[in-house]
């Protein structure tokens, strides 16, 4: 690696603490200005990563798959080679066995089958708001935004939807793995390597399989057509998939299926509280969802903060030296404001023509399978959300996931009044 004068700018990065406000919007300013590909050290056992702030070197990394691999994890965690033999799902690959993983479920994402879902999504958004808003003040996330993505991910999964609050606590857990409110072991304790064999090195994640392993028997007894079915009867080169990728595969869906939708959905409505003028815009025209203004929430308040990558050979990169093996975080949040590419980056403009949003990936192998549901579910949520109601303010304080990983919010107080109140 080379140093550099500023080798510890980055360095509050790798700390989940940074992130206890919210993203640092401050330091992601200037990391982009004084050193956009920068060195942020880790505490031992861990090698350190670089940070990558500016929009067009997060695009970069995350088209050039050869060089910028996928195959090592995409948390910062340092996986062995035995690690990665049992921990491996379709986000942990590269073309072409990525893209034979992802056709298997692709077909359940695409428009024509989830344009499919609004009436039904339309009528959980309905119920859940029903509740929250005859209460007045409420936490938002236990309310509405986790009520909303894990009903369709029932129905995604063909389960019944009283599963839902242990789907809704497997996700908890699992992203929660570096909160001590939520994990059932700390990421990086001595009691965590009892897991190190298993995603997130969480108990929920064994929880997870078996309960997949349950559905799985049942589709194999019972093909019903979803998504689960076209697991159990998928085959690569002619061989079925192996109980491990079965394993992964449920459990990458039913996290992502869930969480980053949630975290999304309370973003925008944290957003419309502390940008009341774009709360007023919005209940005057809700026709701008369906354009380039629901892009400028998810830019505003994206729910994923990194993703990360590992260097296949030495390259440069914007006049940093990374070495092959090293680690590179993507950091989306600070791209997603990168004055650089888009005008008046720290200012949300609903009338953008166009935004050009890091959210969901950016190009290359790895964009977002499920981005059109979950802009769908955000999109009902909201459209739903400013018809009825008049005002929104915090309750309480925003209590947020202690992750660098994901930025999630625990609870959310408000107080809102409605339109007919």
């Not at 066995?97 to 994402?109: C, N, P, T, V, W």
């Not at 570096?178 to 994640?205: C, H, I, K």
């Not at 959300?385 to 008049?390: F, I, Q």
């Not at 107080?413 to 339109?419: D, K, L, S």
């Amino acid at each position: 690696m080379t140093s550099t004068l500023n080798d510890h700018l980055a360095a509050p990065l790798a700390d989940p603490d940074t992130f206890a406000a919210g993203p640092p919007w401050a330091l992601f300013a200037q990391l982009r200005d004084d050193e956009p590909v920068a060195w942020t050290p880790e505490d031992e056992p861990h090698s350190g990563f670089w940070s990558l702030t500016r929009h067009a070197d997060i695009v970069t990394a995350s088209r050039d798959w050869e060089t910028f691999t996928s195959s090592r994890g995409v948390s910062l965690e340092e996986l062995d080679d035995d690690q990665l033999r049992v921990r491996t799902a379709l986000i942990d690959t590269d073309p072409p066995r990525h893209a034979e993983l992802r056709k298997i479920a692709a077909g359940a994402f695409v428009p024509r089958v989830i344009n499919g879902y609004e009436t039904f999504l339309r009528g959980v958004v309905a119920t859940a708001l029903d509740r929250a808003l005859a209460l007045g003040q409420f936490d938002f996330v236990e309310a509405v935004s986790s009520e909303i993505p894990v009903r369709v991910l029932c129905r995604l999964l063909a389960v019944p939807d009283e599963d839902r609050t242990q789907l809704t606590s497997w996700g908890d857990r699992l992203v929660g793995h570096t909160d001590p409110e939520l994990a059932d072991v700390l990421m990086g304790s001595q009691e965590s390597e009892e897991f190190r064999l298993v995603p997130f090195r969480s108990p929920a994640a064994i929880e997870v399989f078996e309960y997949g392993r349950t559905i799985q028997a049942e589709r194999r007894a019972r093909p019903t057509g979803d998504v689960i079915t076209r697991l159990v009867e998928a085959e690569i080169d002619g061989e079925p998939l192996s109980q491990q990728d079965l394993d992964n595969y449920f459990l990458l869906l039913a996290l992502a299926g869930q969480e980053t939708t949630r975290q999304a959905i309370t973003l925008a409505m944290l957003t419309l509280i502390e940008h009341a003028d774009v709360l007023a815009r919005l209940q005057e025209q809700p026709h701008l969802l369906t354009g380039p203004a629901l892009d400028e929430l998810l830019r505003w308040g994206p729910p994923v903060l990194h993703m990360r990558r590992t260097a296949t050979v030495d390259v440069d990169l914007a006049g940093a030296s990374i070495k092959a093996g090293d680690k590179v975080a993507l950091w989306f949040p600070s791209g997603n404001r990168d004055e650089r590419v888009i005008d008046h980056a720290d200012q949300i403009d609903l009338d953008r023509p166009a935004v050009d949003l890091l959210t969901f990936g950016k190009g290359g192998p790895h964009f977002c399978m499920g981005s059109f549901l979950a802009k769908m579910e955000l999109r009902v949520t909201l459209e739903e959300l400013v018809a009825r109601v008049d005002s929104a303010r915090l309750d309480g304080s925003v209590e947020r996931v202690r992750s660098n990983f994901v930025n999630g919010v625990k609870r959310m107080p408000v107080a809102v009044t409605t339109r007919t109140s």
